[in-house]
Structures are given as C-alpha cells and as structure tokens.
C-alpha cells in the first residue's frame, strides 16, 4: 500500500490525538491548582498533590501495562484503558472531596499508563517500516502539544466554566478516541 505523505495516516493522526489527550490531563492540573485549592479548602501545595498522585500512578503502572499489552493485546489494553481514563475524568468532575479527589488521580494515572504504551506500540505497528522513528516522533508530539493547546486553554475554560467542565469534557473527549481507535484499528490492524 503506498501512502500519500501529503495526508497523515489515520493510525498516525489518532495515534497524535489520543496521545494529545494523555498529554492534556498529564498537565491540566497545574493551571487548575489554585481554582482547587480554595473549592476543597486546602493549601495550594496540598493541591499539587493532584499531579503528584497522578504522575506516581503514570509511572508505576506503564511498565506493568506495557507487559501486559504485550500479553492480551495492544488492542484490547488501549481501548479498557481509554474507558477507565475517560470514565476517571467523569468521576473527577465529580469528586465529592479532596482525599477523593486523590484517589481519581490515581485511577486517571493508571489508566493513561495502558494508553501509552499500547499507542506507541500501535502506530509502531502500522508504521511503514522506514517511517517508524518518524511516525513515533510524531505521535508524541500530541503529548507535547498538548502543554498550548490542551492544558492552557482548558485551564482558561476551567477558570471559566469550573474545573469540573474540564473533566467533562475530557470524559467525552476519551469516548469519541475510543470509538476512533475501534474504526482505525479494525480497519488496518489485526488484533
């Protein structure tokens, strides 16, 4: 199959999008930091517990679900992932208090951990075999980019709106990749 490079691969550009959106929670949080400080009534350096828990999670657990995505599918991995983020990010807006806010962290870090891997590992799949190094350094430019135009703007929405809107809008965000990465992959990949 011969690829026009003048038009992005769809494994490539939602391979980008998703990656766009891991790097847009992975950072929203430092925007939102003084807005949850005074909503649960602690200080601001309490609150940067909120990326700390989710960045431990991210940390401790992409091993594990890398090994994991090599086991069951990459595939499967990606999509239970996406769920858990997206269904993390509902349950967030919601957070009744700051230990449980805490807790959504966490489970909003682990679930973007099975997204990483499973993604770079897809797109590396579906690369042209002398595009891989590019294809790759493209897809992580989503989480890149994400740091102008995924957490500042959603941090001036979240001022806006309330920081709850944010996750909302996250949530949703992660069903429709979800549906995305079901069309993308059934169509090219094998499972």
Not at 13 to 38: D, N, Q, R, Y
Not at 175 to 188: K, P
Request: charged share 10%; hydrophobic share 55%; aromatic share 10%.
């Amino acid at each position: 199959m011969k690829i026009n490079p003048k038009v992005p691969p769809a494994e490539l550009a939602v391979g980008w999008l998703t990656m766009f959106l891991i790097g847009t929670e992975l950072f929203i949080f430092s925007p939102l930091l003084p807005t949850l400080a005074v909503n649960y009534d602690v200080s601001s350096k309490v609150a940067g517990l909120c990326v700390t828990t989710f960045s431990l999670a991210y940390m401790v657990t992409a091993p594990l679900f890398g090994h994991v995505s090599d086991r069951v599918g990459k595939r499967r991995v990606l999509i239970c992932c996406l769920l858990a983020f997206g269904t993390a990010n509902l349950l967030t807006a919601s957070a009744v208090n700051f230990p449980w806010l805490l807790a959504l962290r966490l489970f909003a870090g682990a679930a973007a951990a099975g997204v990483s891997p499973s993604i770079y590992a897809l797109v590396g799949d579906a690369a042209p075999p002398n595009r891989r190094a590019t294809w790759l350094a493209l897809t992580v430019s989503g989480l890149l980019v994400s740091i102008a135009l995924g957490a500042s703007p959603a941090g001036l929405v979240g001022a806006t709106l309330g920081w709850g809107a944010v996750f909302v809008a996250l949530a949703v965000f992660s069903l429709v990749l979800v549906a995305l990465n079901c069309w993308v992959l059934a169509q090219r990949l094998p499972p």
